[in-house]
């Protein structure tokens, strides 16, 4: 069973729309695409890249907006610091990467060093996060993150921005715009290399 596979077993239990769930799930996407453009070549490589990084851009953002204000009340602010922290610091290497060509070895180097940094980030999520969010909220308000969460995917940016990253407030000021901006460009570029 591959990590995607062994990631989505943890979510059986978990009630369909719960908060934990969604991010659960989308954590072994991420697995899954991580192993994809690692062992991709050309546009296929190019692809899967494109998708893991609008998906940790939506992702990351959907985090700051609805799971980190309740982890800052039920795991400490010093657990929500923590976590803004390392997914700014993604973000700013996400942007790096973003600018490389797809193919170098500069590529999959600083590619391997993310993904080692993105997959110890999620596995901090999953051990202290989660567990302090699930155990101080209800079912019907883990269902409302849930509902909030797919709510802020849908105006959250494609592509990372370190400026507003870390920051929930800056989020909600900034995540619509940017999101109208990142998903004008990619349908743009999706259009053009037709």
């Known amino acids: 069973m591959n990590e995607g596979n062994a990631g989505r077993g943890q979510t059986a239990d978990l009630p369909e729309g719960d908060a934990i769930r969604i991010l659960l799930e989308q954590h072994a ?4 695409l991580f192993t994809d ?18 998906l940790l851009a939506v992702h990351e953002t959907a985090e700051e907006m609805v799971l ?11 657990e929500a610091n923590a976590r803004n922290h390392e997914e700014e610091q993604a ?8 600018k490389m060509t797809i193919d170098s070895r ?5 590619f391997l060093e993310f993904e ?6 999620a596995a901090r999520e999953e051990n202290e996060e989660f567990p302090a969010v699930r155990a101080g909220r209800n079912e019907a308000q883990l269902k409302r993150m849930g509902t909030m969460l797919r709510a802020a995917e849908k105006v959250a940016p494609t592509h990372p921005h370190p400026g507003a990253a870390g920051k929930p407030a800056a989020q909600w000021t900034v995540g619509p715009f ?11 570029n999706s259009a053009s290399s037709r």
């Open 29 to 32: 996407r991420i697995r899954e």
């Open 37 to 54: 453009v690692k062992s991709a070549r050309g546009e296929h490589k190019q692809q899967a890249f494109d998708e893991l990084r609008a």
């Open 68 to 78: 980190r204000p309740v982890a800052r009340d039920t795991a400490g602010a010093e």
């Open 91 to 98: 973000n700013e290497v996400l942007l790096k990467l973003e």
């Open 106 to 110: 500069d590529f999959d180097r600083t």
């Open 116 to 121: 080692q940094a993105v997959l110890a980030h």
């Open 178 to 188: 940017a999101s109208l901006v990142d998903r004008t460009r990619d349908a743009i």
